[in-house]
């Protein structure tokens, strides 16, 4: 049958703005929760990861905020660059082993 | 040190053919996880192997296969193709499938 694509949520922004992207996480079972950059014809590189009890975790221009009680992750870009431009992707684990749950993704796009 | 490497990068294969794909993880990672990812569905979970063993299994149909190796080598096969089998198709390794998963750049695969 017909596929229907992916429509990915958008987010554009200024070059030296900070940048939030949002994700809604699916099992309130997920113990270990990492986000995940995507660029065109490569696979996905590691960001930042953070477990479930912890509710907030900073990396190098990157934070990483955990909301358990409304199922939400997000993450914050400070002072975003031309080359943050990518599809960042959030990944949920619930104590499976190596297998992670992605969500849909969301298309970052860094205006000079 | 050097990552996880998938080979080939490219394929192109006819429908009903079989396919095997192969993925190197990062030295001493011991779990190999293998996703799919198509416009259409997103990142979805193919199965895990550790120490040789397949530990979890995503929902996928039985054309679709792994194996691992002593060395933690892992190749995935599919056999029987169908069109809509054309996707990127990713692994990733980890120590031991408790986190720190770290992606290749993928194999893709084009079914004519």
């Known amino acids: 049958g017909e596929s229907v694509g992916l429509h990915l949520p958008t987010l554009s922004v200024q070059e030296g703005d900070n940048s939030i992207i949002n994700c809604a996480y699916s099992?309130?079972?997920?113990?270990?929760f990492i986000w995940y950059k995507q660029e065109s014809g490569k696979g996905p590189q590691f960001i930042i990861d953070?477990?479930?009890?912890?509710d907030k975790r900073q990396g190098q221009r990157v934070t990483v905020l955990l909301n358990k009680t409304v199922k939400h992750l997000s993450l914050q870009i400070a002072a975003t660059q031309p080359g943050d431009s990518a599809v960042y992707f959030c990944?949920?684990?619930?104590?499976?082993?190596?297998?992670?749950?992605f969500g849909q993704g969301t298309e970052l796009s860094v205006k000079p | 040190k050097a990552g996880v490497t998938q080979t080939p990068r490219y394929l192109i294969k006819t429908r009903g053919q079989q396919v095997t794909l192969s993925c190197s993880p990062i030295?001493?990672?011991?779990?190999v996880s293998w996703y799919q990812q198509t416009p259409g569905q997103g990142l979805q979970f193919l199965f895990e192997?550790?120490?040789?063993?397949?530990?979890n299994k995503g929902n996928f149909p039985g054309r679709f296969s792994g194996r691992q190796f002593s060395n933690s080598r892992s190749e995935m096969n599919v056999s029987t193709l169908e069109l809509g089998d054309s996707a990127l198709y990713l692994c990733?390794?980890?120590?031991?499938?408790?986190?720190?998963?770290?992606f290749g750049s993928g194999t893709r695969l084009t079914v004519v």
């Open positions: 192997y550790f120490s040789e063993t397949q530990r």
């Open positions: 030295s001493g990672h011991r779990s």
């Open positions: 953070i477990r479930s009890n912890m």
């Open positions: 990733a390794s980890s120590l031991k499938g408790d986190g720190g998963y770290t």
């Open positions: 990944a949920e684990n619930n104590n499976q082993g190596g297998k992670l749950i």
């Open positions: 099992n309130s079972a997920s113990d270990y």
